[in-house]
């Protein structure tokens, strides 16, 4: 492409040309900086390369034996052996590829700077150069063209205007003359001096011609000829420019291919790492001998001799001349009911644990399903796909070993008691016994010692009104008098269904709930005042607003247990607030007056009021909770 020239559609712009140039030179003196800057970047990385690697080479040497042979191997190993572990391999590639980087990153500076930087340098050197010789020569021309202009104007034009003047002089000389001889003379020199006029007419008309070729070959031939030269010097400077920066990027480009061919030895490396093969090389490296432990067996009390097996076969047997067995189950009449009441709910959770674990089991096969056929072709999936499946599947495999655990424990504990009792199972009338708030002292119904307290303390059967004490519920025979009679263990298991659709056990929960959690209970209402967040697993996360069931109350540690439907877990008590009712032994509720007497509390004591019972009074506290409490608690005011 020929393009337009500057000597022809720019007449007489050198000033603006060369400040054309300028700028390119300005815009190339910019760009070598930024290449300089670069250099150096590119060295300070190479050298924390450098140091990475070799902090990584040095970790490397301290794990290397234990992530391929173990901490402690029982077969000696060497370096060849170290080798053969393919992840090691891999990693080894790794830190060699760094340290190759880091090496290409400082021949990429050296690059830079000797065939960028440098080459720009001398670039602008020469191209200043060039510039000044342009400019030079355009002051030549700019001279010789005054100087023209200067010879008719200054010498032609002012000699001839003194001619002109000096004519008419000699002319008025000339009239003035009286006789013929002053006549002549004046004549003659009137003559010669318009011969002179008209030579230095002639002068000035040559030098007005001379001034008007030079000015014009000036615009016409030298000024264009001098702007396209500068536009040539100006493409030459743009097009080695342009090469240069191109030679720049192919240096990066090679300098990009070097950092790939490392990365192809590092991606070759770890496509080849085989974790069967590590596997096997651990296990030859670790191969012990081993011996299941022996099983545990009953150690009898070191300071007491427990006769109550042979005691127990006593009432059972007439065998007087056994010996005495210490480590058979007793089964003498009231440790046989615990064991009857025991066995009862160990059937009832078993019976319960069974949908549960089919279901866990049918859904442990799916998630198996997805994470094989994810992990056959990966491109089923995104990355994260891929890791949700195999965490949901190994979750659902934990969540089966823990069912599994717990069937193991309740059909181990079956087993022991039905061998203990026999077919002697006991009454089949179980009560209904369901967790209770005791702001009173009340009888225990077995022990017929006090209950009092606010959470776990007592529970009271909902058919009979029976109230014992928790440690106590398993030692009542299970003959309620308004229960229904049991006929087997999956007749029972409709009775706490709701309950556990509405708080679903965990799996490592399950078997040690069995003594708590038998029967459905109701829960108080309450809404949550504020967001709170655990910071254990045994809290509960819940949001403002949610509606929860107090499963237990606040103790006196600040503390209450809630279910959300889903999970049941500990929060603050005064994040929630009760919708229905004040709840037990919480200090009462309501604005009811008193008699008015004022009382002062001598000691720490539930808060509550006079006349109520023997030994309580009722009243109400300075926020206007209304309750009960020991009268020797306080004193009158």
Known sequence: MQGQRFGETLPDQIERISSLFDAHLHLLVEVREVYRERTAIEREYAAKLHALTKRAAERRAKLVAAFVVGDEPTKAYTETTLGQNTLNAAFNELISSM???AQAHVNLAD???????DVLKAVERKQEELKKKEMTFFQRLLTERDRAYGDRLKVAKQKYDEECSEVESVRQKQVRASDDR?????????EQQRIDMLNSKNVYLISTAIANNVKAKFYNEDLPALE???QIIQRRLVTRFAKILGHSVALQTGHMDALKVQLDRV???????DPIRDQDLFIEHNIRPFKAPSDWKFEPCVNHYDTASF???LFSRTDLNSSINQDAMSVEPAPKVFLQNKLSRSRVKLQELGPLMDGKRREQDKLRDLFLAYDADHSLGSNDEISEASDNYLDANHQVISYATSECILKTEMEVISNAIGDDEGAQRPHSFKSSSFSIPTQCGYCKTSIWGLSKQGKTCKACNLSVHSKCEL?????CQHGEQKTSAV??????ASRIDRVAPTPSAFAQSVAEETYEESYQSARVLFDFTPTSEFELQVAEGTVVQVIEPNDGSGWVKVSDGQNAGLVPASYVEYEDATPALAGGGGSEEGSGQYVRGIYAGPNGGQHYGDGWWEGINSTGQKGIFPSNYVEMA
């Open 111 to 117: 690059s830079l700077n000797t065939q960028v930087v």
């Open 475 to 479: 030692k009542v025979p299970a003959d």
């Open 182 to 190: 002053h006549a002549d003379r004046a004549a003659k020199q009137a």
């Open 267 to 273: 991606e070759a490396a770890l496509a080849q790492v």
């Open 99 to 101: 340290g190759d980087s």
């Open 491 to 496: 007749s029972r298991t409709s009775t706490t």
């Open 311 to 313: 005691q127990s076969r």
């Open 228 to 230: 396209d030269q500068f």
